[in-house]
C-alpha cells in the first residue's frame, strides 16, 4: 500500500525552527522527484521546496531560500524539510509530494497521500 505519512509539525515562535519528516511505504522515494508543499486557508497548495529526479538539483520557493532546506535519507525511505527562521506568513498545512518526472514543484503535478502537518508561527 502506497503511502505518505507526515509529521513534524507544531506551535513555534517566530524566528524558531521545525524538522518536517515524510516516511514513504510501499514505494521507494528515490525514485521520484519529490518536494514539499503548504497550503495556507483560502489559498492553492504552492510548493515549498522540490528535488528534482533527473539531477538531484532543488528547488526553493523565494520566500524560503537560505530559511529552509530539503533533504532525502534514501535508506529510511523518508524525506525532511529543515525550517529555520520561521516567520507568520509560513504557517499552512505542510504536504510532501511525489511525481514520476521533474514539474519544476508546481503543485497540482505531484501526487500526496498523507494528511499533511499543520505549522503554526505565532508569538
Known amino acids: 500500500q502506497v503511502q505518505l505519512v507526515e509529521s513534524g509539525g507544531g506551535l513555534v515562535q517566530p524566528g524558531g525552527s521545525l524538522r518536517l519528516s515524510c516516511a514513504a511505504s510501499g514505494f521507494t522515494l528515490q525514485y521520484y522527484a519529490i518536494g514539499w508543499f503548504r497550503q495556507a486557508p483560502g489559498k492553492e497548495r504552492e510548493g515549498v521546496s522540490c528535488?528534482?529526479?533527473?539531477?538531484?538539483?532543488?528547488y526553493y520557493k523565494d520566500s524560503v531560500k537560505g530559511r529552509f532546506t530539503i533533504a532525502r535519507d534514501n535508506a529510511k525511505n523518508t524525506m525532511y524539510l529543515y525550517m529555520n527562521s520561521l516567520k507568520p506568513e509560513d504557517t499552512a498545512v505542510y504536504y510532501c509530494?511525489?511525481?514520476?518526472?521533474?514539474?519544476?514543484?508546481?503543485?497540482?503535478?505531484?501526487?500526496?497521500g498523507g494528511q499533511g502537518t499543520q505549522v503554526t508561527v505565532s508569538s
Open positions: 528535488i528534482n529526479i533527473s539531477d538531484g538539483s532543488t
Open positions: 509530494g511525489t511525481a514520476d518526472a521533474d514539474y519544476g514543484c508546481y503543485a497540482p503535478l505531484y501526487d500526496y
